[in-house]
């Protein structure tokens, strides 16, 4: 199993940035998705999280409005629009697959930077 983020970098407050998670290593479609994040010296927390077909999705409050996850099962990969970032929202953020009760993964995350 391998999880590949990209998309992250330095942005000012206001603004977006789109990550990706490319998946490969396992069925990518059939199982549930997530994004979390970690900043410094802070518990790893999560963002969003996606279901296999993407009928449904859910939020962090700090998040709920600014973000959208989404998901190409096509292509293996999964995405996180992130819009209006806010100071705040600076985090290594990682892709996070949970493949039973005693297999999951984790990608080797991508920094995000939100300042002026």
């Known amino acids: 199993v391998q999880l590949v983020e990209s998309g992250g970098g330095l942005v000012q407050p206001g603004g977006s940035l789109r990550l990706s998670c490319a998946a490969s290593g396992f069925t990518f479609s059939i199982y549930y998705m997530s994004w979390y994040r970690q900043a410094p010296g802070k518990e790893r927390e999560l963002v969003a999280g996606i279901s296999s077909r993407s009928g449904n999705t859910n939020y962090a409050d700090s998040v709920r409005g600014r973000f959208t996850i989404s998901r190409d099962n096509a292509k293996n990969t999964l995405y996180l629009q992130m819009n209006s970032l806010k100071p705040e929202d600076t985090a290594v953020y990682y892709c996070?697959?949970?493949?039973?009760?005693?297999?999951?993964?984790w990608g080797q995350g991508t920094q995000v930077t939100v300042s002026s």
């Open positions: 996070h697959a949970k493949l039973s009760v005693n297999r999951a993964y």
